[in-house]
């Protein structure tokens, strides 16, 4: 993929830890698998049935329109490398326009706002690859696109996408409705992200676990 304008550059591409690229049309069948594990649906607040071939398809075609209309955000497909210089699909990690409806609005979400994501398959689960995607995608975002804020969004029961994105800096900033489905809402701005780079994932928990939620909202 090429490193023009505001594309991901060659140093998130690839490293020793994950290769990450532009989904293609070759790359179909693996988002079928990925949506295939029950496990990795459960927890999916969407209800596109990317398992089947068609929606698949049409899915990946779609990001090609989105990655050229919108510079530096998008899908990108996440492979991890083998010692034989090949890899392995892992699933993947997105930056994509965050939702801005009224609940959300009130959490604090803003017009140009991001929500940054991860659909890995289940063997990855637990493994650090969520911690090491994000680190790559919110360096991407704040130094390179220079956002006002990312925004990670989930399963309200997901006690480890919670821990996650605590690691790796974001704040609890309330429940409010996603794709029709109530989903909790974590921010990280910009100023906070900069201030976190000296501090180790452990030492980024302890300040999430000191600091309460802002603002909630009351949904079942």
Do not use: K
């Not at 689960?125 to 390179?144: D, I, K, P, Q, V």
């Not at 000191?210 to 009351?218: A, E, F, G, H, K």
């Amino acid at each position: 993929m090429s490193s023009i304008g505001l594309r991901l550059h060659d140093e998130v591409l690839h490293d020793e830890v994950l290769h990450l690229r532009e989904f293609g049309a070759g790359d179909v069948a693996e988002v079928q698998a990925l949506h295939a594990d029950a496990r990795v649906r459960a927890w999916l607040p969407d209800i596109q049935p990317l398992q089947e071939a068609g929606w698949a398809a049409a899915f990946v075609a779609g990001l090609g329109r989105f990655y050229r209309q919108h510079e530096g955000l998008g899908i990108w497909r996440c492979a991890v490398p083998l010692a034989d210089g090949g890899e392995r699909f892992a699933g993947w990690f997105s930056l994509m326009p965050v939702q801005a409806g009224p609940d959300a609005q009130a959490l604090g979400v803003q017009a140009g706002d991001v929500e940054l994501g991860s659909r890995l398959l289940p063997e990855h689960w637990g493994g650090g690859l969520s911690l090491a995607g994000g680190e790559r995608l919110l360096h991407h975002a704040f130094a390179r696109l220079q956002l006002r804020a990312v925004w990670g969004i989930c399963h309200p029961h997901n006690r480890p996408a919670q821990a996650c994105l605590a690691a790796l800096g974001f704040l609890p900033r309330g429940r409010a409705l996603y794709e029709g489905q109530p989903a909790d809402h974590h921010q990280l701005l910009a100023a906070d992200w900069a201030e976190l780079q000296p501090l180790s994932h452990r030492q980024r928990l302890r300040r999430h676990r000191r600091t309460p939620t802002v603002s909630s909202q009351d949904l079942p």
